[in-house]
């Protein structure tokens, strides 16, 4: 099996076994597997920090 790698930075990715998505904590984006085929599209990606704030305040400083 090829290690898949993110086509914006070429680094290694994690996979999501809750979700089934391949991770990249570089860019925090999250790339959907869909039929046993990941989706290697940024456009197709979700980004990892649209998820709402729990513990971590906003930082604006
Ligand atoms: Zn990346």
């Excluded at 680094?11 to 597997?33: K, M, N, Q, W, Y």
């Excluded at 290697?40 to 709402?52: C, F, G, I, K, N």
Aim: hydrophobic fraction near 45%; aromatic fraction near 2%.
């Amino acid at each position: 099996m090829d290690l898949l790698v993110c086509p914006l930075c070429k680094g290694p990715l994690g996979h999501d076994h809750a979700t089934h998505e391949l991770v990249c904590a570089a860019d925090r984006l999250a790339f959907p597997i869909r039929d046993g085929i990941a989706v290697m599209l940024e456009s197709e990606a979700r980004s990892l920090d649209a998820t709402p704030p729990s513990a971590d305040a906003t930082n604006a400083s």
